[in-house]
């Protein structure tokens, strides 16, 4: 019957955890706790703090098969062992679905059976032991804070395990005596060899066996996990209990909550599964989107309201979204495959919003395959770049996102209900341009602004990018080259007493888009010299004003002269295009 139930103690939560008498529903959120919290979790506790109570959904007959179910994670690792492993529960007993106090009760299963990985400092990214090392939890069983050292007074803390060797007591450096705390689980219940035996085979202190026995107490005695059942067996109301309870809130996004009615609704995938492989299968690609991207690619899509609202996932959006998904997905990893070849990362695409209408385009025209590569729609590719690095210039994306992504999409249809795509042969730029309000000619101050961008920051790539458009950017071939070298600055700082500062020197004024083999053999030739070289046997005029090169004397002794040169074909350029 639904309604509070008899209080249970830490104990017997965690043995219904491992026997799967809980689960998590598949709108649940992943585990986002940081050590540290966990460590505070533990802390309180053993104060006699309450941890609030939780809401439990007991799931009976065919709803067992109506949603998919999880299983606790166990074994955390940062970045790369997040997602909960799917049960089935097919021909399972009754079971309870937890739809609130995931969070606390993972903390605790993973402080008394798990384990918790974090990445250490200045360490590869690359998963490994070295860089990602197993630690366990434990206590600190010699001493606890005093007030003035901190506001917790037990010290928890995860230990990595090449420190502890995993033993059920270890003794680091400065002699404090650290008890694994998983281990108070088997001490409890073996007749055998108990806490009282464990005390007498390490000697411990009397203060040392005092906050061992009030561990065992907080695990073993203390009635702490207070929850309410809900019994009903109706799906929706499970997802609206669940939204209602979260949607006010600090820990969990409105973006959790709308992916949480979008994994409930799909029938025949498993949506947090497909959109979670998404994501990493782009971050192999070198960008880093969220769910939060592939959510507002399905208003974008779908929807007449690109607003990111729960009113918008209904079921007859999300039952459209599931038939058409192999087709999203796929247009998603063609658009981001597009990206790659433009030579952008996760560092210089400086707005994943402004990707959404190439998306629409990919998709609603049926042109995704492969549109990276082929050779027919090379036209449209180029298209596609001038625009988006034009946009991203301008930062047109900004704090109004929604506003401009409503404004873009008029350009391909004015009917969102029927998803139909005008008639377009190319990639429709004047018509986005035009539909998105903010969108002007730029001038020279704005241009000039560009032109001191700095070398290696997020924008410089697609300044450079438009400006040397021929570079072989599909295979990452290029090198941001200093045309006077890098290593001649102190020397025109001293010439010069301090005329021409670092901000100009290492600016676009000074940067060329180079083959990185060129680049690397240019090195730090001064700029005449490097250009001697390269013109042997060419045309110098050719070949300057390809790379966008006064013809001026190149001593640093001639740097302003130089640079003022050098502006005046950079913002002619550089008007073309934008404009």
Known sequence: MAGFQ?????HQAIDRIRKNEYLLPAFQREFVWSSDQIEKLFDSLMKGYPISSMLFWKVKGETKTDFRFYQFLKQFIQYNRTHNDSI????????????????????????LCGSYAYKEYRRAFAYSEWSYPTRHLYLNISKTYTEEESDRKFIFSFLNKADSKEKDLFID?????????????????????????FAEEYKLSKESKKILKRLDKVI??????????????????????????????????????????????WKEKDARNEIYTLVDNIGCKGFNISKDYVLKAFLFLYHKDVRSMITSFNNGFIVKIEENWEKIRNSILSLFDLAKSFGLTDYTLTSYNATLPILYYLYH?????????????????????????????????????DAVLTQARRAFTNDIETKLIKPL???????????????????????????LTQKDSRYSFPILAMLYPDMDYKNNNFHQDHL???????????????????????SILNLQMLDSNVNMSKNATPLGTWI?????????????????????????????????????????KLKNILN
């Open 365 to 401: 025209k049926d042109i995704y395959e492969d549109f990276a590569t082929k050779k027919c729609y090379e036209t449209e590719r180029e298209s596609i770049r001038r625009w988006l690095f034009s946009i991203l210039l301008r930062k047109t994306f900004g704090g109004q996102g």
């Open 220 to 265: 073993h005695t203390d009635l702490i996990i207070n929850y309410y059942e809900e019994d009903d067996q109706k799906p929706d109301k499970a997802v609206n209990i669940f939204v209602r309870i979260n949607s006010g809130g600090t820990y969990l996004s409105f973006s959790d909550i709308l992916m949480s009615i979008a994994v409930a609704n």
């Open 88 to 111: 089935s529960t097919d021909h399972v007993n009754d079971f309870y679905s937890i739809l609130d106090g995931q969070q606390r009760l993972t903390a605790l299963f993973i402080g």
């Open 173 to 197: 450096n400065e002699s404090n005596k650290w008890f694994r705390i998983g281990r108070i689980l088997s001490l409890h219940q073996d007749e055998e060899y108990d806490l009282y035996d």
């Open 6 to 10: 008899a209080p249970i103690t830490i």
């Open 532 to 572: 001697i070289e390269q013109t042997k046997n060419k045309d110098k005029d050719r070949f300057i004003e390809s790379h966008l090169i006064p013809n001026v004397d190149y001593s640093l002794d001639n740097f302003d002269n130089f640079i003022v040169e050098r502006k005046k074909i950079l913002i002619e």
């Open 425 to 451: 042969n190319d990639f429709p730029v004047k018509e986005i341009n035009t539909e998105i309000k903010k969108i002007t000619d730029v001038g020279d101050d704005f241009i000039e602004e560009l032109l």
């Open 484 to 506: 006077h070298p890098a290593s001649t600055y102190d020397q025109l700082k001293q010439e010069h007493k301090d005329k021409f500062g670092w901000t100009v020197y290492n």
